[in-house]
């Protein structure tokens, strides 16, 4: 059965299908022996051979990790800039793993690390309303009113955020500490929603994610997601989607 060439990838855990598209527009991807550059195009697996950078994919074996992300790293499986990335911790397993969202270069704390290309569509999409947690320091520290304006939503250029939920751990008189919870993932959302308010984000830290916390992992480190843990993530992501959809 004929299938999009970046779903089909994305199936075999070779990138996630974003990844997929970038490697076929890339001219990595070859059907038959031909470079296929349509991101578009339509494949029957079973009846032709596809190679990814010369290599014909197979059905690999699908891993899932959580990482506490150390500071200083890019979330990205591929940086041209030479940077560290938060896949470098990954090289000894031998495959081609890659991050389920992003968290910028100075911000740490938890993130999956996987080659599951349909479960990172699914919790990455906002669609499905993935549960995140971060504990927050910034100066000068939040007043209620402004506590109250973040909660309700902040109007930002893509649009307004979400509610969330704020709740002040620790205060002093140059900065505040925070743990905030949100249910999207807007670029550097924390940050620019804080700055809306006059308040600067100097620390930043993801807790909990999908609910999934860190536990005793520090930056740098990572464990292997169990089943339970793997299956509850598909099955969350399923039912979020029908709900979505029921409420459209």
Do not use: W
Request: glycine letters at 10%; one cysteine or more.
């Amino acid at each position: 059965m004929e299938q999009r060439l970046q779903n089909i990838l994305a199936h075999a855990g070779v990138a996630s299908r974003r990844g997929a598209a970038e490697l076929i527009e890339e001219g990595r991807v070859k059907v038959d022996g031909k470079a296929v550059r349509e991101r578009g195009s339509r494949i029957d697996p079973s009846l032709h051979e596809i190679l990814v950078d010369n290599r014909s994919i197979r059905k690999e074996k699908k891993y899932y990790f959580l990482l506490n992300k150390p500071g200083g790293t890019v979330s990205t499986a591929k940086d041209t800039h030479d940077r560290k990335k938060i896949t470098d911790v990954f090289e000894h397993i031998g495959a081609r793993l890659y991050p389920v969202g992003r968290l910028d270069k100075d911000t740490t704390g938890a993130i999956i690390i996987t080659n599951d290309g349909d479960l990172t569509n699914r919790l990455a999409h906002p669609r499905y309303a993935v549960d995140k947690e971060y504990e927050v320091v910034a100066v000068p520290p939040l007043k209620e009113d402004a506590i109250v304006k973040l909660e309700s939503g902040v109007e930002l250029e893509e649009g307004r955020t979400a509610p969330c939920e704020i709740k002040r751990t620790a205060y002093g008189k140059d900065s505040g500490t925070y743990r905030v919870k949100i249910h999207e993932g807007k670029k550097r959302q924390i940050k620019r929603v804080f700055a809306e308010v006059g308040s600067k984000v100097v620390k930043l830290k993801r807790t909990k994610y999908a609910g999934l916390t860190l536990g005793s992992l520090k930056e740098g480190e990572f464990r292997e997601l169990t089943e339970s843990e793997v299956e509850r993530l598909k099955a969350g992501g399923e039912a979020r989607s029908k709900k979505a959809e029921d409420r459209g």
